[in-house]
């Protein structure tokens, strides 16, 4: 958050530590532009800081305090399911949901501890609401991740899932539901139990019970 607020500074260009922060600000400025439409992105690809983007992009778009806005993006963050998605594209389009989410907010902090203790527990329940929609067959590590302490972080959560996804992709292609046996006999040999009928002249002998006759 440093390079959109500002707080991380960029250093004299004789600093040791100047290709660093420069090649970090890129990173933050084409995460940026990456979320946005691409005719809008292209407006704010020569600014010269993240920071400058974040306030050009909220200066412009920005809906403080919009209630109907905040409201129809909790709504379908609380609604939203994986469903016929991968991970990776249920994951996104909740980012961009979330993305959306705090450009309505502005906070202006006191206390810096209060601030990291806020995001921290904002976090948190943005694990929760991915977990609540990831489909049923990944309920192991849903299960796995809620139960510890401390709960990882957003990222690291979307990392464990995907990975969990690919591994099941790969062992359920790896192993084909097994034949039952007899299912096996009869596609190795159909000839032999597609003909039920007796041959001619063949008599059908019947138990005989009770002194009963044959019929």
Same mark, same amino acid.
């Given at each position: =958050?440093?390079?959109?607020?500002?707080?991380?500074?960029?250093?004299?260009?004789?600093?040791?530590?100047?290709?660093?922060?420069?090649?970090? !600000?890129?990173?933050?400025?084409?995460?940026?532009?990456? /979320?946005?439409?691409?005719?809008?992105?292209?407006?704010?690809? #020569?600014?010269?800081?993240?920071?400058?983007?974040?306030?050009?992009?909220?200066?412009?778009?920005?809906? &403080?305090?919009?209630?109907?806005?905040? #409201?129809?993006?909790?709504?379908? &963050?609380?609604?939203?399911?994986?469903?016929?998605? !991968?991970?990776?594209?249920?994951?996104?389009?909740?980012?961009?949901?979330?993305?959306?989410?705090? =450009?309505?907010?502005?906070?202006?902090? %006191?206390?810096?501890?209060?601030?990291?203790?806020?995001?921290?527990?904002?976090?948190?329940?943005?694990? /929760?609401?991915?977990?609540?929609?990831?489909?049923?067959?990944?309920?192991?590590?849903?299960?796995?991740?809620?139960?510890?302490?401390?709960?990882?972080?957003?990222?690291?959560? #979307?990392?464990?899932?995907?990975? %969990?996804?690919?591994?099941?992709?790969?062992? &359920?292609? %790896?192993?084909?539901?097994?034949?039952?046996?007899?299912?096996?006999?009869?596609?190795?040999?159909?000839?032999? /139990?597609? !003909?039920?009928?007796?041959?001619?002249?063949?008599?059908?002998?019947?138990?005989?019970?009770?002194?009963?006759?044959? /019929?």
């Amino acid at each position: =958050l440093g390079y959109l607020t500002g707080d991380t500074r960029e250093p004299e260009r004789g600093d040791p530590k100047w290709s660093s922060w420069k090649s970090e !600000n890129s990173m933050v400025m084409a995460w940026l532009i990456n /979320f946005m439409e691409p005719s809008i992105g292209r407006t704010y690809l #020569f600014l010269p800081t993240a920071k400058d983007v974040w306030e050009a992009v909220r200066e412009t778009y920005s809906d &403080l305090e919009n209630s109907s806005q905040i #409201f129809d993006l909790k709504t379908r &963050l609380w609604n939203s399911k994986q469903g016929e998605k !991968n991970v990776i594209e249920y994951y996104n389009e909740m980012r961009t949901l979330w993305q959306e989410l705090d =450009l309505c907010y502005e906070d202006d902090w %006191e206390c810096k501890n209060d601030n990291i203790k806020y995001h921290k527990r904002m976090e948190t329940d943005r694990v /929760f609401v991915f977990l609540a929609g990831l489909n049923r067959e990944l309920d192991e590590v849903r299960g796995r991740i809620l139960g510890r302490m401390p709960l990882p972080s957003l990222g690291e959560v #979307f990392a464990e899932v995907r990975r %969990e996804e690919g591994r099941r992709r790969v062992m &359920l292609k %790896e192993k084909p539901p097994t034949v039952p046996e007899t299912s096996a006999l009869v596609s190795r040999n159909p000839g032999k /139990f597609l !003909n039920t009928q007796p041959r001619s002249g063949m008599k059908l002998a019947y138990p005989n019970t009770c002194g009963e006759k044959p /019929f």
